[in-house]
């Protein structure tokens, strides 16, 4: 199989598979087999496997971008490698070495980083998976597992043209839960979503602006995204996100932003903000923009909220100014052209 890009009909998003494929097994008494990497094919597997039926299911998501000097180097994938440790652990599954992680993301770039050319819009994006692959319907924890490592070719996770999404607030649906699994990568978690995402659509949004679960008044994440609003009074500008309250995934783009927009002279702050909050200083023409960011949306703005009876735009509605300034800091990251002196990219020989 060769994947050819079709830019002027572009797949959806997650639909253009490259050509390998990178695989290891657990099990209890042997520990990790050596990772094997081969062509993408389908797997076999039992009806009863674990996995299917309850859930061990853990992944990350990351992505391998084209460089100025044409070669290729993976965003932060070391960070990837500790939470997908955490999410294992949280699901009593055996973790993946941060070295056999980084392997598997050399061997898959290696093999199919040259379907990426340097179309800025295009990237290669890495799907680790692991789940329990144990034939068995006792309920516990699977006693062997599959890693594996595969790849697609990505452009923008709303379309190839960047345009504001408009968002809709679930109110009677929380997506995590104090004590659970909101902080991890597991399968659960999207599962759990779709259905709030289906009456945003029906809504006429895009995403979901998700609430705590307590309250059900603050702000917590906007669909797989972390959420940041932009405040400015005068030339004073502050950079707002939800804090990490264990109910919420910590996004390795979330914690770049923090950084990058440090660096840009904005001051960043962790605060929890209601609804009602973000809508009145948006009334008010103190939150001038928002942004949903995340390694599949990368920096894109939000321009509307739909809250039940009420809406409102944010702004203008369309990007604003500190928005795509951040998004360019973070896409020169991405593609090489400044210097790197955190050493987030990790260039594949």
């Known amino acids: 199989m060769t994947v050819e890009l079709q830019r002027t009909a572009p797949a959806e998003h997650g639909a253009v598979f490259t050509d390998h494929l ?20 389908d797997f076999a597997m039992h009806p009863g496997m674990i996995g299917l039926h309850y859930g061990q299911v853990v992944f990350e998501g990351l992505k391998a971008h084209r460089q100025a000097d044409g070669s290729m180097a993976v965003f932060r994938p070391r960070e990837n490698a500790r939470r997908f440790q955490r999410s294992a652990a949280r699901l009593a599954m055996p973790e ?11 061997e898959i770039v290696a093999a199919d980083g040259h379907l990426i050319d340097d179309d800025p819009d295009i990237s ?71 259905h709030a995402q289906r009456r945003a659509q029906e809504a006429g949004c895009q995403q979901v602006v998700w609430l705590d679960s307590v309250e059900h008044r603050y702000v917590e994440e906007l669909g797989g995204m972390n959420l940041f609003l932009v405040r400015r009074i005068g030339d004073d500008v502050e950079l707002v996100t939800s804090p990490l309250t264990g109910t919420l995934l910590p996004g390795v783009t979330r914690d770049t932003l923090c950084t990058l927009a440090a660096r840009l002279g904005y001051r960043v702050r962790e605060e929890r903000f209601t609804v009602e909050q973000w809508r009145d200083e948006a009334a008010a023409g103190v ?60 260039h594949i020989r």
């Open 287 to 346: 939150v001038t923009e928002a942004f949903a960011c995340g390694t599949a949306a990368v920096v894109t703005p939000v321009g509307q909220v739909h809250d039940g009876g009420a809406e409102w735009t944010i702004g203008t509605g369309g990007p604003g100014e500190v928005t795509m300034r951040v998004r360019e800091a973070l896409l020169d990251v991405h593609k090489g052209r400044v210097p790197d002196p955190d050493g987030w990219m990790h």
């Open 22 to 41: 990178v695989t290891a097994t657990w099990t209890g008494d042997r520990g990790w087999s050596p990772a094997r990497t081969g062509p993408l094919a």
């Open 124 to 194: 290669l994006y890495l799907r680790p998976l692991l789940f329990a692959s144990e034939a068995n319907l006792m309920l516990r924890p699977s006693r062997e597992y599959t890693f594996m490592m595969m790849a697609f070719v990505a452009g923008g996770f709303f379309g190839h043209v960047l345009e504001p999404v408009r968002v809709w607030v679930s109110r009677d649906q929380p997506r995590a839960f104090p004590g659970g699994t909101g902080d991890v990568k597991c399968a659960a978690n999207y599962a759990g979503a779709f």
């Open 96 to 106: 993946v070495p941060e070295e056999m992680f980084l392997a598997a993301v050399e």
